[in-house]
């Protein structure tokens, strides 16, 4: 890990000159601010609709959105006070909502055949939590999880810090990956095996906020954070600013405890994960900068957006120092853990080919339709089996958790209702552990996470590749 501060940072005797810094908007998602939980109830309701997800004047590609906004309202909350919203299903299957990588009540979670009974067309359901953390965090459906998400359902959750940390700007960028026809519909056939054993729906394109962006507009020298989420299905990203250094800030809602600018400069997020980055924007007035996305390589590279300077003038940043206090999350007691050792098992085994699935893990039911087992979690007592749980973990004690991928595929392995310690990585220990709600499993990687089990309840652990979750990578730690 390198460890890198930018003078930038320190820096603070610099006054803002010209005036306040326009609240500039490129988004509709943007501003859609849905809440500030000031004790109002929140309505969500995902709807069906039609979207110009490729950019007006182009056909528009039929959704399913939160409130009708493809990437959904921005919901913010503030850190420490209590939120509600009453969601209520307006498309025609059963959903539920999902506070990705809140640290809530076991009962807020949102899982359905776990935690609470999924919500029928028409019904509503109540959602109430305190957010405990500061950070980047996001919602989607738990039902139907490929076919709701790939659609449209996805949304930014951000909660806010007591204290502005001093940027000057920020922008969001909820990412969402779509397989789409020449018309721009969306192409069926979610959940399908052959997706499923191998990398999962890899579309054919990419949005920021709900559109293909054709530009962002910067000023030279303002400082922003960066949120990047990634909702996509199964597209891993690792992002290139061209003529530009980002330093990670925070990654899946938690700062890191030393900001550092990415291994050669690719900033990778898997999906479900988040990075908040600071972006100097240290472009010439005037310039265009393209940010790539180079995670798959060769062929796989493309540009996902320009970053423009939109005004001749340059703006001197306020140079108020970027600081991020940490959350409140326990810290591991490692000098006596319960230790468990989980197996990722399965997946086309060719790594390349499509011939030799493994088909002999039978079937497991979802309680929506039984669905062949590509993929498995072994923990203690055998193979992962539905909503069983694969863990016992004693309330209060800290576990340490080995994760093995026997597979020759890549998994985001997210925890549900806890942030965990990121302790080593085949074998390399972590000088400043990163604090994640998802961690990317390689092929035959093998990654140690820790946290404290102070929250009690059934909780998921899976894979975010919703593919590879339907067919079998998936599982539930409980905690009492
Ligand atoms: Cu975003 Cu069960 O996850
Ligand atoms: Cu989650
Ligand atoms: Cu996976």
Redesign the pocket.
């Known amino acids: 890990m390198s460890i890198f501060l930018p003078a930038a940072i320190s820096r603070r005797q610099l006054l803002m000159a010209g005036g306040a810094i326009a609240n500039v908007r490129l988004f509709d998602a943007e501003r859609a601010v849905a809440a500030q939980n000031t004790g109002e109830i929140i309505g969500l309701k995902p709807v069906p609709g039609s979207a110009p997800i490729m950019g007006t004047g182009q056909p528009e590609t039929p959704v399913l959105a939160y409130n009708g906004i493809v990437s959904g309202p921005v919901l913010r909350l503030r850190q420490g006070a209590p939120f509600r919203a009453r969601v209520t299903n307006g498309i025609n299957e059963g959903t539920t909502v999902h506070w990705h990588g809140i640290r809530l009540p076991n009962a807020m979670d949102g899982v359905p055949h776990l935690t609470q009974a999924s919500i029928a067309p028409g019904d509503s359901f109540n959602y109430a939590f305190t957010p405990p953390d500061a950070g980047t965090f996001w919602y989607h459906p738990h039902d139907h999880t490929a076919r709701q998400m790939g659609r449209g359902m996805a949304g930014a959750l951000i909660v806010d810090e007591p204290e502005p940390p001093g940027f000057d700007r920020e922008i969001i960028w909820v990412l969402q990956d779509w397989e789409l026809l020449p018309d721009n519909q969306i192409v069926n056939g979610f959940d399908n095996e052959m997706e499923g054993m191998m990398a999962?729906r890899i579309g054919t394109t990419v949005t920021i906020n709900g559109q293909v962006p054709t530009h962002v507009p910067l000023r030279a020298g303002e400082r922003i954070r960066l949120r990047l989420i990634n909702a996509c299905l199964a597209r891993f990203m690792a992002l290139r600013f061209a003529g530009h250094r980002v330093v990670v800030m925070a990654l899946d809602g938690q700062p890191v405890v030393q900001p550092f600018e990415p291994d050669g400069g690719l900033t990778v997020i898997a999906p479900a994960q988040r990075v908040d980055l600071l972006l100097q924007a240290s472009g010439d007035p005037d310039g265009i900068y393209p940010v790539t996305d180079e995670f798959y390589g060769g062929e796989g590279d493309y540009k996902l957006v320009d970053l423009a300077y939109a005004t001749a003038r340059r703006l001197v940043s306020s140079g108020r120092p970027i600081v991020l206090q940490p959350n409140p999350v326990p810290k591991p007691d490692l000098t006596n853990p319960v230790r468990h050792q989980l197996t990722i098992v399965g997946g086309g085994m060719s790594g390349m080919g499509m011939s030799d699935k493994m088909g002999s893990m039978g079937m497991m039911s979802d309680g929506n339709s039984a669905t062949p087992q590509i993929?498995g979690i072994k923990g203690p007592d055998g193979l992962n089996h539905g909503m069983a749980p694969i863990l016992m973990l004693p309330l209060g004690r800290t576990a340490v958790i080995t994760l093995t991928n026997q597979t020759n595929?890549?998994?985001?392995m997210h925890l549900h209702g806890y942030s965990f310690h990121v302790l080593s990585r085949n074998g390399v220990a972590e000088q400043y552990p990163h604090v994640r709600d998802t961690v990317i499993l390689r092929p035959k990687d093998t990654v140690e996470i820790a946290f404290v089990a102070d929250n009690p309840g059934g909780w998921m652990f899976h894979?975010h590749?919703i593919a590879?979750q339907h067919f079998g990578?998936m599982s539930v730690i409980r905690v009492a």
């Open positions: 999962g993929w595929w890549w998994h985001p894979c590749v590879h990578l």
